[in-house]
Nanobody
Framework: QVQLVESGGGLVQAGDSLRLSCAAS????????MGWFRQAPGKEREFVGG????????YYADSVKGRFTISRDYAKNTVYLQMNSLKPEDSAIYYC?????????????????WGQGTQVTVSS
């Protein structure tokens, strides 16, 4: 079956960096656009960024643009989220997801498979 397993979360201070990883299995990785979402307590799940099937195109939420970078490694079936200059408002559970259609990558409803999430906490 399809599995998406996130790792790399943790507790950091404001201004620090983290790199999240999402290892995919049970699917043809190159057939899926990949996205990262996050959800803070009491808030809706929100789009963070995404990367196309080819890896040539990336897109980000305005709140993270210039600080976060998404990449993917086809040999490892893994997508990464490099997060720099972290802020307390970046604290959330971060989820990766796989999107077969890529029709509306900013919408969580576009995604077919989800990981279990990894916690990121940024202290001030």
């Amino acid at each position: 079956q399809v599995q998406l397993v996130e790792s790399g979360g943790g507790l950091v201070q404001a201004g620090d960096s983290l790199r999240l990883s999402c290892a995919a299995s049970g699917l043809t990785f190159s057939n899926y656009a990949m996205g990262w979402f996050r959800q803070a307590p009491g808030k809706e799940r929100e789009f963070v960024g995404g990367i196309s099937r080819s890896g040539r195109n990336t897109y980000y939420a305005d709140s993270v643009k210039g600080r976060f970078t998404i990449s993917r490694d086809y040999a490892k079936n893994t997508v990464y989220l490099q997060m720099n200059s972290l802020k307390p408002e970046d604290s959330a559970i971060y989820y990766c997801a796989a999107d077969r259609s890529a029709l509306n990558p900013e919408s969580p409803y576009d995604y077919d498979f989800w990981g279990q999430g990894t916690q990121v906490t940024v202290s001030s």
